[in-house]
């Protein structure tokens, strides 16, 4: 176990409490937990303990400031830092089953006492002894749906929002499975190898490999770092979430099509749609020039860069540049509030609010009326969104049938047919339906 030394640069229960500052300052945890990675010498041991950490912590966060509030007597004068530490020490008591207390004991006031000064050693000493001796508090004295925002911390909105939308037992079921760990998943590149051979090499290097119960292209990695091997900086794979490989699927791609990526960076899809053509190719616009680089890096990666052409364009304006009736696919995976990736990234559920719910599906139908004209009478545009809520999603198709009578609803297809008895054609995936990020996906055919 490191101790403490004057730069701490290798402490992962330190360098976690830091983090973890940061990202409650606004900063996103992927590129503070990236950067520290980077920066550091952790051992892999470590730096897993480190990443384990600072997304429980955040995971967690609505229960243990209700656990240190309870603890503590004026928990509104603690610190940010304090807070943080004792989160960390609450999380690795709860969650981490190998790690002995007193170990935890021991390096949280360590860092107490490096970090502050003897009252702050004897505060946390003190608040970890009594969960020690006398167990967490109780969750009590609020309404059932304060309760369970505070246990799934999840707050009351989206609660009350998926209520409302799927009903309370299928809330309460993606409550329970938001917490749990996400799969690492890849797509194969089917440009250049079959998926026998890339299990079969991915196996010979370590990894345990199984099948997706939602993609067909798509494998679950675990043991090893998938983003960390040849076979990835080759291009036979790229790694995206099993949901996201949906919307391309679902668009019926031949060789030769000419097809538009409305909002396309890093490129996940576009390269899937690429990786179908021949003499075809994908137009991937995106808002932002500065994410322009990463699609053609992707592209380039995985083989597949002649057949695709990247601008950075407003998609809400594409009637300035292009002519009507061009495209014969269009795909428009929207800008959204993300409450699909919960899991994955999950300190959205506590940035976002249901005014960016709102305001975002303003833009999505913005985007969706723009890209309307440009594509030819018998073609297809893909809606697909990474969020669950219905102001997003089923909100957005309502509006545009009813605003567009050239375009009829067409049901999703996926290659392995999920949800095949469903009502609608537009196809839903819940973060606990197969513990793959939520999804949104609809499909429309412009008929005259
Ligand atoms: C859900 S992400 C796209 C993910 C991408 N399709 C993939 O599979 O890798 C949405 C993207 O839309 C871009 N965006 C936001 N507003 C936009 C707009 N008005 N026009 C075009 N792109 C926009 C964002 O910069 C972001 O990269």
Redo the contacts with the bound molecule.
Sequence with gaps: MNSLTKDNNNNPRYLAVKTLERISDGAYSNLQINNVIDSTKMSEKDTRLFTNIVYGVIQHRLTFEYYVSKLVKHPGKLQNWVKELLYTAIYQMIYLDKVPNRAIFDESIKIAKFRGHDGIRRLVTGVLHKIDRDGLPQITGMNAIEKQSIEASVPVWIIKQLNNQVGKAKTESILKSINQPANQSIRINIKKIEKKALVKELERIGFTVRDSEVAADALVLKDGVAAHTALFKEGFYTI?DES?MLPVQSMDIDGDDYIL??????????TQIAEHLTTGLVVA????EN?LHKIMENAERMGVSENVEVHA????KVGDIYEDNVFDKI?V????S?LGLIRRKPEIRYEKSLEDVEELAV?QG??LDSVATKVKVGGQIVYS??TILNQENSKNVKDFLEKHPEFEEIKVKTDLNLQADRREDYLKIFPDDYGSDGFFIAGFKKVR
């Design positions: 995206q996201a990526d409305t909002c396309a960076a890093p490129g996940g899809k576009t616009l995106d808002l932002h994410k364009c407003d998609a809400r795909l995976d929207a800008p959204c993300g833009v913005g985007i969104t990474c």
